[in-house]
Nanobody, 125 residues
Framework: QVEVAESGGGSVQVGGSLRLSCEASGYIYSTYCMAWFRQIPGKEREVVAAIYTLHTDTYFADSVKGRFTASRDEAKKRLDLQMKSLKVDDTAMYYC??????????????????WGQGTQVTVSS
């Protein structure tokens, strides 16, 4: 059984920073996708940042490019998200997710089988 654990999150003012951490445990095939999604009530969950272990690049949604960075440790199955210059629009529940293994499409939510419980990020003006 794979478990996904998130930490970080919280409340900050506009322009502030937060760091989210995600670590997966349990058996996962050597190649997998790992991603941070976010969701606000009434809207679909959207991918914020994602990695595929066979590729060195990290995918970022256009809305966060230049403000969010990610650090990865594939041996630890860990993906951290550093969020800077936060905006009110970044307010959401953030979820970490991991695919079941093998080839995966980074931005397709259907690829992700294992999910964390979510961590709230609130940005106020």
């Amino acid at each position: 059984q794979v478990e996904v654990a998130e930490s970080g999150g919280g409340s900050v003012q506009v322009g502030g920073s937060l760091r989210l951490s995600c670590e997966a445990s349990g058996y996962i095939y050597s190649t997998y996708c790992m991603a941070w999604f976010r969701q606000i009530p009434g809207k679909e969950r959207e991918v914020v940042a994602a990695i595929y272990t066979l590729h060195t690049d990290t995918y970022f949604a256009d809305s966060v490019k230049g403000r969010f960075t990610a650090s990865r440790d594939e041996a630890k199955k860990r993906l951290d998200l550093q969020m800077k210059s936060l905006k009110v629009d970044d307010t959401a529940m953030y979820y970490c997710a991991v695919s079941s293994g093998g080839y995966c499409s980074l931005t397709s939510i259907n690829e992700y089988k294992y999910w964390g419980q979510g961590t709230q990020v609130t940005v106020s003006s």
